[in-house]
C-alpha cells in the first residue's frame, strides 16, 4: 500500500471474473472506481460475451501485465457447425447457413488435426491494429484489410461433448490465439461452416476460475473490510523461482537497477536462470535473470 495523489494504492493481483457483457476496458475502468484508484491495468482482452479468468493487476502490479498475458491459457468453448458469421461468433450477423454431414468420428479426426504449431490469420473484429486503425473500427464500416497470419500453439483440444452440430470442447494454448477463429476454421476444414456459440476462460497461467470473483464479490468484500483477502502479492507469481534475500552492498546495486555478479548470490543459492530478490527488511524487489555474455544477474523487472 502507498500514497497516490493522498489516497492508498493497492499493489497485487486480483482474478476477476468477467461476466457475459462487460468488455474487458469495463471491468478495468469499474475497479478504478470500486478500489479508488487509477493504476490498474488487465492481462489480456476478453470478448464482451466471453465469460471467465481475467486476472487485473493493481498499482506496481501492473508492472506484470505483459507477463502475465503472455501465459498459456484454457478455455471451454461450444462450437455451433453450419453457422458462418462476419464475427466468427454468434454476435455477430449470419453471412451463411450449411446443412452439417459429418458425423461424430469426421469431427474428432478434423479437432485433432489442429493441434500444434500453426499460422491463425486474426479476425476482422479484434483489436488488433493495421496502419493505426483498429481491425473492428474498419470492419464495422464494412472494410476488410489483409492480415498476417499468426504462430500459434494449441497444447491440448479436449472434447467433453458432441452433440451435433454442437460441439463442447476444452482448448489448451499459447498467448495471441483466438478461439473464434479456431472454431470458424475448424467449420470451415468440415466443409459446413462453424462460429463459436459461447465461450469460458478457465484459466490464465496460475488463475483458475474456480478462484476467480465477480466484481459484485469485490464490491461486498470491500464494504466489508474484507478486500485485501482477494488481493496475491505480486511475487506470488514468481513462486517457483529462487528466493534470494541480499543485504549491504549487493542490495544497493539492486535498488540501483544494477546488475548483480553471481558471487553476489554465492552461497545464497544454488545458480538459476532466474532469481526473486529480496531486500533485508523482507521487500520484494526485482526479478533478475541471468545473462549468460554478461556473466551477471540482470533486472527483468524492478517493483520499488
Known amino acids: 500500500m502507498q500514497s ?22 469495463d471491468v478495468v475502468a469499474k475497479l478504478r472506481g470500486i478500489l479508488r484508484q487509477k493504476k490498474i491495468g488487465h492481462t489480456g ?19 506484470v501485465c505483459e507477463l ?20 466468427q461468433d454468434m454476435a455477430g450477423r449470419v453471412l ?16 485433432a488435426a489442429f493441434t500444434g504449431p500453426q499460422q491463425q490469420v486474426p479476425p476482422m473484429y479484434s483489436a488488433l491494429k493495421v496502419n493505426g486503425q483498429k481491425l473492428y473500427d474498419l470492419a464495422r464500416q464494412g472494410i476488410e484489410v489483409e492480415r498476417r497470419p499468426r504462430t500459434i500453439v494449441i497444447e491440448e483440444i479436449r472434447i ?21 477463429t479456431l472454431c470458424h476454421d475448424i467449420g ?60 549491504g552492498a549487493a ?3 539492486v535498488r540501483n537497477g544494477n546488475p548483480l555478479p553471481r558471487q553476489e548470490i554465492a552461497g545464497r543459492l544454488e545458480a538459476a536462470e532466474r532469481i526473486r530478490v529480496y531486500g533485508a527488511d523482507g521487500q520484494f524487489l526485482a526479478l533478475y535473470g541471468w545473462n549468460e555474455q554478461k556473466q551477471s544477474y540482470r533486472a527483468v523487472k524492478m517493483f520499488l
Open 4 to 25: 497516490e495523489r493522498g489516497r492508498t494504492m493497492t499493489d497485487g493481483i486480483i482474478n476477476v471474473y468477467k461476466e457475459s457483457g462487460f468488455t474487458s476496458h
Open 45 to 63: 482482452t476478453l470478448d464482451p460475451e466471453a465469460q471467465g479468468v481475467l486476472p487485473v493487476c493493481l498499482g506496481k502490479a501492473t508492472r
Open 68 to 87: 502475465l498475458a503472455g501465459h498459456d491459457k484454457q478455455y471451454r468453448a461450444a462450437l455451433l457447425l453450419g453457422v458462418v458469421t462476419d464475427t
Open 96 to 111: 451463411r447457413e450449411m446443412p452439417v454431414t459429418c458425423d461424430e468420428e469426421e469431427v474428432r479426426r478434423c479437432i
Open 160 to 180: 467433453e461433448e458432441i452433440r451435433l452440430p454442437e460441439v463442447t470442447m476444452t482448448v489448451t494454448c499459447s498467448k495471441g490465439t483466438y478461439i473464434r
Open 188 to 247: 470451415a476444414a468440415l466443409g459446413c461452416g462453424g462460429c463459436m456459440k459461447s465461450l469460458l476462460r478457465t484459466r490464465v497461467g496460475p488463475f483458475a476460475v474456480e478462484d476467480s470473483v465477480t466484481l459484485d464479490e469485490i464490491v461486498r468484500r470491500r464494504d466489508e473490510g474484507r478486500l485485501q483477502e482477494l488481493i496475491l502479492p505480486v511475487d506470488s507469481l514468481f513462486a517457483q523461482v529462487p528466493r534470494v534475500t541480499l543485504d
Open 251 to 253: 542490495e544497493r546495486l
